[in-house]
């Protein structure tokens, strides 16, 4: 894995929020897949962990938004966490596969990565997290390399043409669009490899003499 992203560990990252805006709009819940590889080199999921997040004191929350995704901040069974709290959790788990893959960072792939980036910072700089084991800038897009692979930028159509079953009634919550983005994004990488992108797939071992 530090081989093949050159020393970095991606980590897929899907938000559900009360707007736009990541310095004034609450972060409401956030999922992160954790992704790993198997003997032969191929990219797959591992585990997936989430986060319901109270609004931090003063946040805007947006009714368009929150229609959107059909999440009610102040539902009790939500069992939301303060901003620090959640964050906290995400990044704990992040931060020991980041070492147990022998990565000096993690880096974000998002759909429409730049959203949920700046969100996570936004939130850890909130929350004075100073050890966040994201990449401050560097992301892999998946609605830029599906819009490559497979002619769609949207996570559903893009996930359906790759193959991958999407259910909107499922979408919008952070888990469910985290994973579907991890699948879309490995199903890009190991079809690189499979075509002849670095790293090449395993050579079958054609050496032994017949009987």
């Known amino acids: 894995m530090s081989r093949r992203f050159r020393g970095f560990l991606p980590v897929v990252v899907d938000v559900e929020t009360g707007g736009f805006n990541p310095e004034k709009d609450a972060l409401l819940e956030i999922a992160a897949v954790i992704l790993t590889m198997d003997d032969d080199g191929w990219l797959k999921r591992a585990e997936t962990h989430v986060q319901q997040i109270d609004p931090f004191e003063g946040a805007n929350l947006e009714q368009s938004a929150l229609d959107f995704t059909g999440i009610d901040p102040w539902n009790p069974e939500r069992e939301a966490v303060p901003e620090r709290e959640g964050m906290s959790e ?11 893959h022998d990565c000096k960072r993690a880096v974000l792939v998002g759909h429409n990565a730049t959203f949920d980036h700046n969100f996570v910072f936004a939130a850890a700089l909130r929350s004075d997290i100073r050890r966040n084991p994201f990449h401050p800038f560097s992301t892999f897009d ?47 990488v ?11 797939p395993p050579v079958p071992d054609d050496t032994e003499e017949a009987p």
């Open 90 to 100: 995400i990044f704990g788990p992040i931060r020991k596969a980041v070492k147990a």
């Open 142 to 188: 998946t609605a830029t390399l599906a819009g490559l692979a497979y002619g769609h930028t949207v996570l559903a159509q893009a996930c359906k043409l790759a193959g991958i079953p999407f259910s909107n009634k499922d979408a919008h919550s952070a888990a469910y669009d985290a994973e579907k983005t991890a699948d879309l994004f490995c199903g890009i």
């Open 190 to 200: 190991n079809r690189w490899r499979e075509i002849g992108g670095f790293p090449p």
